[in-house]
């Protein structure tokens, strides 16, 4: 009967809710160890279609195991997550929730667009070819489609020009401006950045934040971003997400969370960055 009450609930609260979206995202009681070490902690956590959310936080608090586990690069210990509606873990087969084979993980990543800190680009591919792979081989569109698609993004980020080149001839700039087109390619409906600048010179921050600041203002895509840059948090990001110890300790419009923070340990942590 207690399993029958909270059916119930959650029905009623469904209609409730019956106007607003559903999430693209959603963690549900998501922990993660890695031997004794427990990363997350029960995190929940919702991205909104079309929503951007800049995850902040100190070095080792659990960012990126949380960008892992979406990409289903991690396990999580326990929890749950969801993209589109759909788990990443499992499959209903018949009614049932069944353990997910490769191929339903590899669907469900097709959904997200990830870029690291690194962009590993092909180094033996020219600039256009590391674009046009996937698009052909796991979209099954035509090299001229694909084409076509990768010059567009190329534009969009500023680099036409350097479609022939290869990527040793790019700066870390561009290279990573390469990576975050190669992710538009596959038009994905969320975009995971981890740290994106953290592993570039710092004259080419700025030009790889701005390709960011420009598809966030354009797009309907979500975007969740993990990011030490605290004035592009604020100005990329409709929700800043304080993530600290394994789990978010506080979250809210940049013009809040920013200006009016609640925790010691937020303003604390904010107070590093004066
Ligand atoms: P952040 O991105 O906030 O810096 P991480 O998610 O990278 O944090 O790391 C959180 C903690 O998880 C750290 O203590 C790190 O050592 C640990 N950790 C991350 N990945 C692994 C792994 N594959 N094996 C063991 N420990 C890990």
């Not at 698009?135 to 350097?162: I, N, Y």
């Not at 994106?196 to 080419?204: G, K, V």
């Not at 990329?236 to 809040?256: H, L, M, N, Y």
Request: glycine share 8%; proline share 5%; hydrophobic share 40%.
């Amino acid at each position: 009967t207690q399993t029958a009450t909270l059916e119930k609930e959650e029905e009623t609260q469904g209609t409730e809710k019956k106007e607003e979206a559903l999430p693209i995202v959603r963690y549900r009681k998501v922990s993660k160890s890695f031997g004794e070490n427990q990363v997350l902690k029960e995190v929940d956590f919702d991205l909104m279609p079309g929503e951007r959310v800049a995850i902040i936080g100190p070095s080792g608090s659990g960012k990126t195991t949380l960008a892992r586990l979406l990409m289903t690069l991690e396990k999580p210990t326990s929890g749950t997550i969801e993209v589109d509606g759909r788990q990443l873990w499992h499959k209903e087969v018949k009614g049932k929730l069944v353990e997910a084979n490769e191929k339903h993980l590899h669907e469900v990543r097709g959904d997200i667009g990830m870029v690291f800190q690194h962009f590993n680009l092909f180094p033996h591919m020219t600039i256009l070819r590391n674009l046009t792979e996937a698009p052909v081989k796991v979209l099954g569109l035509s090299k001229e489609e694909a084409r076509e698609r990768a010059m567009g993004m190329l534009e969009k980020v500023g680099l036409t020009d350097k479609a022939k080149a290869y990527p040793a001839n790019l700066s870390g700039g561009q290279q990573q401006r390469v990576a975050i087109a190669r992710a538009l390619v596959m038009r994905p409906k969320v975009m995971l950045f981890d740290e994106p600048t953290s592993a570039l010179d710092p004259e080419t921050v700025g030009e790889v934040l701005d390709v960011i600041k420009e598809i966030a203002a354009e797009g309907e895509m979500a975007m969740m971003l993990i990011t030490h840059e605290m004035s592009f948090a604020r100005d990329v990001s409709d929700r800043v997400a304080f993530f600290d110890e394994g789990c978010i300790q506080e979250q809210g419009p940049p013009s809040k969370l920013f200006v009016q923070p609640e925790s010691e340990r937020l303003q604390s942590f904010l107070s590093r960055f004066n």
